[in-house]
């Protein structure tokens, strides 16, 4: 069964960059559509992006649209969120998901989550 590790989180000063990993073991990647959350205590659950199955389409939150970037390395069975112009509300810790449908394209549901990584952007 697919299993999911995040790593990359840590400390950066606001406008600062961060790459996040999320490595897949016993299956592809290739064949889910796979989300990056973030969750910070008390307040809910926000999908930051997602990447359909085929790669043909992706799904960015407002709040972080054209500073974020989600890929794919099929070779490395790796999923990627490339994090830019950080700033100190972006602070969370990040979950990388497995499912077979982006929210956008109707998916409601996740086979496989991670443990999650944290990000903390401050002075």
């Known amino acids: 069964q697919l299993h999911l590790v995040e790593s990359g989180g840590g400390t950066v000063q606001p406008g600062g960059s961060l790459t996040l990993s999320c490595a897949a073991a016993?299956?592809?990647?290739?064949?889910?559509?796979m989300t990056w959350f973030r969750q910070v205590p008390g307040k809910d659950r926000e999908e930051v992006s997602c990447l359909s199955i085929s790669g043909g389409s992706t799904f960015y939150a407002d709040s972080v649209k054209g500073r974020f970037t989600i890929s794919r390395d099929s070779a490395k069975n790796t999923l990627y969120l490339q994090m830019n112009s950080l700033k100190p509300e972006d602070t969370a810790v990040y979950y990388c998901a497995a499912g077979y449908y982006c929210s956008s394209q109707g998916g409601n549901h996740i086979e496989v989550w991670g443990q999650g990584t944290l990000v903390t952007v401050s002075l």
């Open positions: 016993g299956s592809t990647l290739d064949a889910y559509a």
